[in-house]
């Protein structure tokens, strides 16, 4: 820190008034040039800018889930790495806390940090090389970024999310999965190398070859050990064209039972489904499966639909270009901003269901299941295989498939008392889960104390205190995750 830079050059670059030029350790708050005659020390030159305005900082309590608020004190928005490092050095010091935010799509506070500091890593998104062995890029590059630019080499990232404006530090964060992970695992088990600032502030490479520990810590490691400021994607070969099925069901039993041999036998690139609203009541089953291709060789429809008991004559088949096929979200978000929808709160659930029940557990749940219920929104059902999965933090149950589950719940505008009772409903799935040996996907809105995550992590949760004890030791790294400091201690903090 350098606490003897001269006045021109604190000031220099800076933008207005609410730009932040150091710490008052004695009030325990941010300087801005408004009140930088009073002691303070000194921030270190930024090549970004620390923001305090109210507007910037308001943005920054808030996510995708619009259930919680932590207003920070300052958000960072980085000109380089270095001013990571600055930062979280600073940060370390003073017993401030940090959290990065990627494209802020959780759902329950995990991005957000009271009195402390969010550092908006969206600023860092250049692509700095793309080749047939991968791709890196900095952490605040979105999904649909990085396709955009791997498509035009016939490259892509073996697995992609059902929503591409997701930052990669943030899914990296947490897993990021979706219909191609049957075959390649999650996201974060296709990253050959990553570059991360540590809770000391420390830049570091790593990987499966090289401080392996931290590569296993920060991957699906919920932000706890370090901020990914870099990342190096694996690419396989891109096909150009993807031929689309969407298969009905009426019975769970057969929709499971045909998800399961898809995924064994690896027919398809890509399966998914959904739990939908029966037109006379009542819930049925569509399945969604894609397999890619580039023209002249085509799909054989017959071969790929081969004993599957789907209800014949409600098939749905069309052919799309990959992108299309993977950015499907698209023109649905669009249509759900234009009519204000998009900004309701999200009091989502995501769950792992062990194979083995989840035919019990669904049945249960959608016996009472009702569209007020959902908000009417998506329900997902689709099975993964667990040995795909490499990395400790990535928590899912101990069988060899599993079923992630999500309702991905929106609220109306202004109705605490739906918010309340979606959360409600929330924690009993998941306890209801946890009970029959299943596990949750974090990035959703379940109320969690400490106890939880240490059942949650099971035998890695001594590998991810081991690994905050060495890289974040000041416990300053995202606290809205409430692992290590939970929201209830984190609102308390002194500062
Ligand atoms: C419409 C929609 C669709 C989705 N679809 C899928 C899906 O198909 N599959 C799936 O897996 N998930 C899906 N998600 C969930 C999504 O993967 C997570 O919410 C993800 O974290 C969002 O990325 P983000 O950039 O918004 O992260 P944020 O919400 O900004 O951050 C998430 C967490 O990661 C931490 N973090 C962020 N960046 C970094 C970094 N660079 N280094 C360290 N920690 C960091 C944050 O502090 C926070 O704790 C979806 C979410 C939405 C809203």
Known sequence: MKNNVSRRNILQGLITSTVVIGFDTVCRSWVNKANAAELFVNLPRLDGVLYTDDATREEASDDFGHLVRHYPLAVL??????????????????????????????????????????????????????????????????????????????????????????????????????????????????????????????????????????????????????????????????????????????????????????????????????????????????????????????????????????????????????????????????????????????????????????EQYISEVVSTLTLADTGNSPVLLYPVKTNRFTLPLFRVPNEQVVFLFTILRTAPLNDNATNVRMLDDNRKLFERNRDLNGTRYPVDAIAFQEEDWRQHFGRSWSKLVNAKRRYDPARILTPGQGIFTSFKNHNKAPW
Request: charged share 20%; proline share 4%; hydrophobic share 40%.
């Open 77 to 358: 928005k980085p000109g380089s790495v270095d001013d990571i490092v600055k930062i979280i050095k600073f940060a370390r010091i003073y017993n401030i806390k940090v959290a990065a935010r990627g494209q802020g799509h959780t759902c329950y506070g995990q991005a957000q940090v009271e009195k402390g500091v969010v550092i908006d890593i969206s600023t860092l998104n250049k692509i700095h090389n793309i080749n047939t062995l991968g791709a890196v890029v900095e952490a605040g590059v979105r999904w649909s970024e990085l396709l955009q630019a791997t498509l035009p080499q016939q490259l892509t990232p073996p697995v992609l999310t059902d929503y591409l404006e997701l930052s990669i530090g943030g899914t990296l964060s947490n897993g990021g999965i979706g219909g191609a992970a049957h075959r390649y695992g999650v996201q974060v088990d296709n990253v050959l190398e990553l570059q991360v600032v540590t809770g000391e502030g420390d830049l570091v490479n790593c990987s499966q070859y090289q401080n392996r520990d931290l590569f296993e810590a920060v991957l699906a490691g919920l932000g706890q050990c370090g901020i990914i400021v870099r990342a190096t994607i694996r690419l396989i070969k891109a096909e150009r064209n993807a031929r689309v099925f969407l298969l009905d069901y009426d019975d769970l039993a057969s929709f499971i039972r045909d998800q399961r041999l898809l995924i064994d036998s690896e027919r398809f690139n890509y399966v998914e489904g959904q739990i939908v609203s029966a037109p006379n009541g009542g819930w049925r089953y569509l399945l969604e499966a894609a397999s890619f291709y580039t023209p002249p060789s085509e799909p054989d429809n017959t071969s790929l639909l081969a004993s599957l008991s789907y209800t014949k004559g409600a098939e749905k088949i069309e052919d799309k270009s990959y992108f299309d096929f993977l950015n499907r979200l698209a023109p649905t978000v669009a249509f759900l901003k234009s009519i204000n929808v998009w900004s309701n709160p999200h009091p989502w659930i995501n769950l792992f269901i062990p194979a083995t029940v989840v």
